[in-house]
């Protein structure tokens, strides 16, 4: 596996790889890789010639400095995992790489932004359209591989590759979860003692709602959700942003359930100072 930090080595290798007509895949990461991100790398390996993982923790997406500087970082041990998953390259830019001068230009979404995580990260995904339009434009990936798990920020890039017209085919991998049900996530590691055990109460709560509309889809939507919002205070939980029921297509909020629509439902909250987020596909 070969790791590359510049734009301009980068670029002579997907000019290389284009001669040769092979088809590139990009997962763009933030680092601290764990099972989840190599199942994209699988996923990556199942629909294209050369897998190129980019590690890069965007400070753009970030609201609070502490919150970046906290971030867990461990490059050399990432690399380690993506060679023995046999990706074929790692893009690992320096800051000054990405953002040689003041940004001018910002990339807002108009529409998917104003809820969920969008309603508490100001700018969040001002900086996550912003640093993908970048690395798609400088690696020209036939295919981007993202998790559910940011089921906002996956729609939001499919919107913004449909209306900036970027060739690229987004493929989605269903969230990776622990025998407990604990989304994996690069967080986790933040967490201290027995916290990872009390955030699995996050999937059993979902996963409690999704069989009760299983077993009742004219229940009363506003009550299991106080319930459950409840039941993960109780738990440990100091904060709960949201608990909600979304549907999946626009992310407009869903005040009576029906089957006939696609839904999630979506939880953001903080346990031990991290903030956690999760959701879950009602069928």
Excluded: W
């Excluded at 074929?88 to 910002?106: C, G, M, N, R």
Aim: proline content about 2%; overall charge positive; glycine content about 4%.
């Amino acid at each position: 596996m070969q790791k590359i930090e510049t734009i301009f080595e980068i670029r002579k290798l997907i000019k290389n790889i284009k001669s040769k007509k092979q088809t590139i895949a990009i997962v763009p990461t933030m680092g601290a890789l764990h099972q989840g991100h190599l199942a994209l790398a699988k996923k990556a390996q199942n629909v294209a010639n050369k897998v190129i993982f980019s590690i890069f923790v965007n400070k753009k997406q970030f609201n609070e400095i502490d919150d970046f500087n906290k971030y867990p970082r461990d490059i050399e041990h990432d690399c380690q995992k993506l060679a023995k998953a046999g990706v074929d390259y790692v893009f690992a830019p320096s800051d000054v790489e990405i953002y040689q001068a003041k940004t001018l230009i910002q990339i807002n979404a108009l529409d998917l932004t104003d809820c969920l995580c969008g309603s508490y990260r100001h700018n969040h995904f001002a900086g996550v359209c912003l640093i993908i339009a970048k690395l798609f434009n400088i690696i020209e990936p036939d295919f981007a591989i993202f998790g559910e798990k940011d089921f906002q920020q996956l729609q939001i890039i499919r919107r913004l590759v449909s209306d900036v017209n970027f060739p690229v085919n987004i493929v989605a991998q269903e969230t990776l979860r622990n025998n407990d049900g604990l989304a994996m996530s690069s967080r986790n590691s933040l967490l201290k003692d027995n916290g990872a055990k009390q955030a699995a109460q996050i999937y059993q709560t979902l996963n409690k709602i999704r069989k009760d509309l299983a077993l009742d889809s004219s229940i009363e939507l506003s009550k299991i959700i106080k319930e459950a919002k409840t039941h993960l205070i109780k738990s440990g939980f100091s904060k709960i942003d949201y608990l909600e029921i979304r549907k999946e297509d626009d992310l407009q909020l869903v005040h009576q359930f029906s089957r006939l629509v696609q839904s999630r439902i979506f939880f953001a909250g903080y346990l031990q100072g991290v903030r956690l987020i999760d959701n879950l596909s009602i069928y």
